[in-house]
């Protein structure tokens, strides 16, 4: 790939220019009462700057005024980039309840105005927060219902820079559910379309992580670092995201300091900008990196603690706002069929007076030729031993998925993979439920601890794989124990998988 370097304008003149313009618009706002179309417009695109200075709440409630004045007005377009803004920054700060409940809103305005570009970014921010909730499969549909829709945008630069966000976002999905080279793919194309920090940083990373390639990790985060000193539109968060490659980049060329100053310098900044989820992957790999060195001990057990602390915190809030995703998906899914139900309906009865017909036909057969009795007999008991052929072949087949799943979890708990408790619950899709009905105040620590039991693996073999001393898992083992009401000669794994297959 090709690497050139962008020109930017100079950034005070241009910034000087647009405070200037929001101060006029503000004083004829004040005068005037409520804002007009072309004012929202104006005071709408001040939110980057707002941005820029980590000054999320402050651009939060400018977009819920611009909201309500857009509604006034009756200026839809207004009041649906406003709620999309919102959403976005609820996203930003981890509050997908609200962020969700505001793309609804973007997308109820958007239907009478069918904006492609709108579209493109509400279902783009629709697979992000899909994305963070573990729905996976959900973010990548959504993304390519972001792509159906850029392309669609006539303004090619408009276009260009719609592509390049869904495909960045695709990227982290991919990554997520493990496809490294669809991700590195998705980032690739997302920096052909626009050369900016956050695909140049993403490309850094997968080629550091996934495919061990320092010279290309280094070659685009030279690219990121060069973009970060040129362009005036660069937010913390892309530091943020920057820096956490660079961690990545030296840890792998064995300079863990320099690591784990890049690491506490994106910890920082997360934590001005109130982004958990920045913060608690960079704690990760602090941690990973003070144990690379064998040295700090201290300071590993320090960040391993206050990224299960994050994490913990995370999932037990995803935890309580998991039904409003699945509720919508439910609810998309169900318009779908009502929309569907006529054809099938028409289908139905069509099938329904063929197959009568044909069955007409065979009794008149019957009727007058009663020797071809003895053949569909042949014939009917031949069908029974193909389905029966057909039963075992499938019996096997589900054998050997449910050994090629167990095999799968094993790997995935030997890898530490966040994936584990997501393909646990997929294997064995009553576990939680049945937890949850003994004590609905199980951690998911607990929970993943009780996965880890249920398919048979030693107190020993977890505190290897999740890094955490053996003590740690006996005494997470015991409180199991004590909410399970398990007396201490009982076989805990045994006990487990009796309970959660009796129905």
Sequence with gaps: MNIKLIDFKNSKTFFINRILAMLLLILSGLFCGQSSPAQIDSLYNTTYALRKQGKYQEAIELNIKLIKDAKAQNYIKGAAYSCFEVANLYHNLGNYKESLAYLDKALDYNKDIKIPELYSKIYTELGKNYSMLSLLQNAIDNYKRAEQWALKIADNGQREKSLAYVY???????????????????????FSKKQDVISATRLAKNYILYKNDLIKGKKF??????????????????????????????????????????????????????????????????????????????ERLKALEKYTLINDSIDNKNKEIIEIPLQKIVK????????????FLLVGVALLMIVLFAAYVQIQKVKKRKKISILEKEKVILRKEEVILKKEEETKELKQKVNESFEDLIQLAKDNSPQFWIRFQEVYPTFLGKMLDINP????????????????????EIASYTYRSLKTIENTRYSLRKKLLIAPDENLSLWLRNYIAND
């Design 168 to 190: 960045s976002c695709q990227a982290v999905s991919y990554e997520a559910i493990g496809d490294i080279n669809a991700s590195i793919l998705a980032a690739e194309k997302a």
């Design 441 to 460: 105040k199980f951690t998911t620590a607990e929970l993943i601890l009780s996965a880890y039991i249920y398919i048979g693996v030693s107190s020993k």
């Design 221 to 298: 985060l030279e690219v990121s670092e060069g973009l970060l000193e040129l362009d005036s539109s660069v937010t913390p968060y892309q530091k943020i995201i920057f820096l956490h490659a660079k961690g990545l980049y030296y840890n792998k060329n064995k300079e863990y300091k320099k690591s784990a100053e890049a690491y506490l310098k994106g910890i920082e900044l997360a934590k001005e900008l109130k982004r958990p989820n920045e913060e608690k992957e960079l704690y990760k790999y602090l941690y990973q990196t003070y144990k690379d060195e064998e040295k700090n001990e201290n």
């Design 332 to 343: 998309e899914k169900n318009k779908v069929y009502k929309q569907n139900y006529r054809v």
